[in-house]
């Protein structure tokens, strides 16, 4: 039985994005100097986790923060409810979002530049 093998151009991009994903943080307490963001499923809304108002325990695994929180967010007097689509990490001009596995995954999404938008003439 002939197993397939793996290319070595991929494997050498999966060994560079370990390697990239080596040393982000995996509790609460590794998140110094770091931006920890949750984005509602729900509403959309983006919330600073850390360094934030909320105490977490420091021992606490940010792949659990997935399960834990609710958007608090309020709307026409309701609160959302909605569970985080995903945790993002911003570190040294570096964007990655945690997967449900507990895995950083590179993020290289551009964010949007303030000439990006232009005013339109009236219809």
Known sequence: MVRPTRSK????KSTQLKALGAGLPTRIA???GCEL???CE???R??????????????????????RLACGARRSGRA??????????LRDDQQWQLDASGEWVADDSAFWEPGDFEA???L
């Open 80 to 89: 959302c409810g909605g569970l985080p689509r995903r945790l993002m990490l």
């Open 42 to 44: 729900c509403c959309g």
């Open 37 to 39: 963001i949750a984005h």
């Open 9 to 12: 151009a991929l494997l050498a």
């Open 120 to 122: 339109r003439a009236a």
């Open 46 to 67: 983006h919330f600073q986790l850390y360094p934030g108002h909320a105490d977490f325990d420091s021992r606490m695994k940010l792949v659990s923060l997935l399960d």
């Open 30 to 32: 590794d998140l110094e």
